[in-house]
């Protein structure tokens, strides 16, 4: 996805405008404009050239973004997202107010409440219009940003917000001077009666008004809008600037940037780990909460990973950089949050399409407002004033938001848990899961064997079978020899020498140590060698299997001389997670290529509702496209052998400790690798569509009850009618409003299960279980 700046945009009508320039451009397979952050992500295989000349055509302008170099600087992108709008609508604000209170004071306090003028006004009608005329001519001036957008809209064909605020003030101020000059002719006249009444028909400081509300309401806006990225930017400000890397013995500090692949760096406690790395010498533990949201510091040694942006508590350490500029893990997170902002949710569209036709329809019941009151015989004032409301009331910029904004808090709340939605897309769906899949190695279970029963037989200690075992499969690669061997390593148990060490067929080892022939392997393997293997000791082979455990049988000289059981434990929080999501209402299966009894028999620790074992690597996405003819499916994974289930299921979600390709396929990152962030990412998602529901109900209804309202069309059920400035008011507060309220993503406690609902289950629906764990 090629990304690019966007400037000139007012509210949702100026992006569905780019947004449908774009997307007529020959070869360009999807776009997606972000009002939020004034940016547009474009798929397809038109050039950078034709789609910047598309937007300049229809009246904004476009640059492409570089994407790669902002991720490899860390600086130059949180300077991308520094809210640079906030402060030069203050000052517009600022300069507003200066000039509206002394225009307030003559239009509204003397003229209501017969507050006392100067004399050069007292009694000079004509001169309290100029002083009001030139008050708001300066008030129009400073806000000229309205009028050069809107009309410049108009120009293009391409009417925005602006265009609805420049028009009304526009209207205000000319039918204003009209009045003036009618007054001036009522002087020459001495009609003192007409000049009373002109002076009640100026609409100056309606003009002066809006324009300063409508300021007040885009300065709130664009402090709360500023606020949405604020974990991001918390993270941006994590990045070290520099690096101490090492140049034979010397330590030379050099900027981030120049670190290559391969330097060693130096990290002292207190320090931010510059790149990505491997720890070369010494040890520390390392404080992550920054990529992960883990608050507990990690231990790290020799050979253990370190990631750019994470903080050295304790130790000294030396580093070997492995991954640089854009290829660290924080520029990847950096990218995600970035191509999210960058993408449209689904629930986005409806907004998006009445936003396309927003504009043109007000002015058009704006004028048609103008007309009927004119027919049913109101002054040209009364019906200006309408005309005028209308056009001011109207927020095209909520409904915009509405979506947007929620979904980046969403974002930044995931960011700060170590959950990354990669699409806005995914970070809707993601709430809809009916059915999570569970791959069960490294997911569920930690990934690594360990030893669970040292298990000797008569006359043998368990000191001699550790002996046996440890010598047997220390010269072997495989993962349970290397359980085996770490038991024996934390037992300080003897290693024998051992000679014509062999690897058998079967899954069995054999090997001569001290003139003895001792092996080891299943239990086929070995009853292939022994003399017997007893009813006690089969059954007692069964029962960790049926335990989930794989129990390897040793022989000495042929004669059985003990059992060592290992497994892949479950990881502590699994069952805990597991529990949260059927709680959620969610149906939770396990696919494994286990045999069926290993499988059923880590299922029930860990508590899922199916067992789907036996599954080849290859036939992992068979299984997914089979549940999702069931409910929305959201595949739970880690390992290269994931990445085409991720792909196929409805939402993917990757372990974050897992491989490259089981991450680049999925939708979701889990950077912690806990399946309690599964149900974390699930309970964000569906905060942000209720929050976006909200947003969106409340754009709708604010439009629907407000033009009307400001029409007239209450007057003769209720006498209810707006004045032109309150309806800048509730415009200039309605954008604020829909921002607010996505804020408030910022307290939702993502591990908090005391507010999940249940949904309708997938069984509900008919779904029909491959294997039911009792």
Known sequence: MEQYNVTGMSCAACQARVEKAVSAVEGVSNCAVSLLTNSMGVEGSASSDEIIKAVEAAGYGASLKNVKTKTANAGSFENELKDTETPKLKKRLIASIIFLIPLMYVSMGHMLWDWPLPGFLDGNHVAMGLYQLLLSGFILVINQKFFISGFKGIVNRTPNMDTLVALGATASYVYSVAVLFAMTAAVLAG???????????????????????????????AGSKGKTTDALKALMKLAPKTAVILDGDKEKTVGIDEVNVGDRFVVRPGDSIPVDGIVAEGESAVNEAALTGESLPVEKQVGDKVSAATINTSGYMICEA???????????????????????????????????????????????????????????????????????????????????????????VGAKSGILFKTAESQELTGRTQIVALDKTGTITTGIMRVTDVIPMEGISREELLSFAYSLEAKSEH????????????????????????????????????????????????????????????????????????????????????????????????????????????????????????ANAIAKQAGVDEVIAGVEPSGKENVIRQLMEKGKVAMVGDGINDAPSLTRADIGIAIGAGTDVAIDAADVVLMKGSLLDVAAAIRISKATIRNIHENLFWAFFYNVIGIPLAAGCYVVLFGWTMNPVFGAAAMGLSSFCVVSNALRLNLLKVYDTKKDKRIKKAEDAGYEYVGIVS
Request: with cysteine; charged share 20%.
């Open 191 to 221: 009609d003192e009666e007409l000049i009373k009444q002109l002076m009640n028909s100026f609409y100056f400081e309606t003009a002066a008004t809006i324009l300063t509300l409508i300021t007040v309401g885009k300065t709130l806006e």
């Open 322 to 412: 492995t991954r640089v500029g854009e290829d660290t893990t924080l520029a990847g997170i950096i990218r995600m949050v970035s191509d999210a902002a960058a993408t449209k949710a689904p629930i986005a569209k409806i907004a998006d399409r009445v936003s396309g036709v927003f504009v043109p329809v007000v002015i058009g019941i704006s004028f048609v407002t103008f007309v009927i009151w004119l027919i049913v015989g109101q002054t040209f004032g009364y019906a200006i004033a309408r005309a005028v409301s209308v056009l001011v009331i109207s927020c095209p910029c909520a409904l915009g938001l509405a979506t947007p904004v929620a979904i980046m808090v969403g974002n930044g």
């Open 479 to 598: 993962p349970i020899s290397k359980a085996i061997v770490e038991h024996a390593e934390a037992d300080n148990t003897k290693l024998q020498d051992t000679t014509e060490f062999e690897t058998l067929p079967g899954n069995g080892l054999r090997a001569k140590t001290g003139g003895a022939v001792i092996a080891g392997g299943n239990t086929g393997f070995i009853s292939g060698l022994v003399k017997k293997i007893g009813d006690e000791q089969k059954t007692l082979t069964d029962n960790l299997a049926s335990q989930g455990k794989t129990p390897i049988l040793f022989a000495k000289d042929n004669e059985l001389i003990g059992m060592i059981a290992v497994a892949d434990t479950i990881k502590d929080d699994s069952a805990k997670a597991i529990a949260q999501l059927k709680n959620m209402g969610l149906h939770v299966a396990m696919l494994t290529g286990d045999n069926e009894i290993t």
